[in-house]
């Protein structure tokens, strides 16, 4: 037996052959109300009442409007985001992500269901869409920018800031997480621990950043963190490192649209111009895959070197 649905106003309006297993259905509905001239079942549309009428009538056969249909696809859509929102969450918490990094993960989850949910209503179906993902290249600096950026500072706890990001081609979470007993000096390594995933790697420590480091240390009484916050206790903020490096830039004059992120990109693109392997890259910079490391063959100019513009041999 089939169901039609329609909405009306702020109700939905239910209409079906008698039946006595349907009746016992829709009197399991809060507030629902039966209209004898009419001959139609209604009630109010809410959060509860959906949930009756999707849980009372799942195997039914049912044919809606438009208007009611978008309701209930939204309804299912809530359901299953609340649902795979929670498990994500857990699964995120159980690998070690910081709160910061959890909270962005779920806005960016939250933007793809709502993608979904406006591809299924231009449907007269349900069908799972995946948005096509943004095939953007990262920002490079030239290595003759990363020189002015890192040489516009006076500032010794900025300068040693950002010499060791770009050394070691740091995230700006791991920098500014650094503690004193992570670089090794002797190695010429620094140790980033508990990284994205919950995971520990080494990476390089130039000797132009350990200089800068130990410029910057003599002067200070530094106890745990490498780069110490206002407050007690606490390390400087990922915000204030970027403000550093935004800073930096204007001192620098640097025009591209770039953040401290991009001192990571750099580290990662003049490693392979400079002709190093990319797994060794991957490793420095702790990619899970090395579809993601590969990334960087695409902005490198050592392959373009060898030719020859067109409009040079006119």
Known sequence: MIVKVNKKDNKFIIRFNYSSDLVKKIRLITDRKWNPDKKFWSFPINERTISEFVINFKSQLMIFDKKSKIIIINYFFQEFYKSLLNDFVEILKS???????IDAYKIHQKKYILYNLKELLKENY????????????????SKNEVIKILNSLKNKK???????TYSAGLRVSEVVNLKLKDIDSERMLVH?????????RYSLLSKLALKE???????????DWLFPGRKEGKHLSTRSAQKIFK??????????EVSIHSLRHSFATHL????????YIQELLGHSSSKTTE????????????????????
Not at 126 to 141: E, F, H, T
Not at 158 to 164: G, N, Q
């Open 95 to 101: 690998q070690g992500y910081s709160s910061s990094t």
């Open 272 to 279: 392979l111009e400079n002709g190093t392997d990319l797994r």
């Open 192 to 200: 980033i621990r508990k990284a994205k995933g919950s995971k520990d």
């Open 158 to 164: 900025h300068r040693a800031l950002l010499f060791l």
């Open 126 to 141: 349900v069908k799972i869409v995946r948005p096509p993902k943004d095939k953007k290249l990262p920002d490079v600096l």
């Open 295 to 314: 990334i960087y063959t695409h902005v490198t100019k050592k392959d373009f070197l060898n030719i020859t513009s067109p409009l040079d041999v006119l």
């Open 213 to 223: 480091l130990r410029n910057y240390a003599k002067d200070q009484k530094l106890k």
């Open 247 to 256: 800073r930096a830039c204007k001192m620098a004059n640097i025009k591209k």
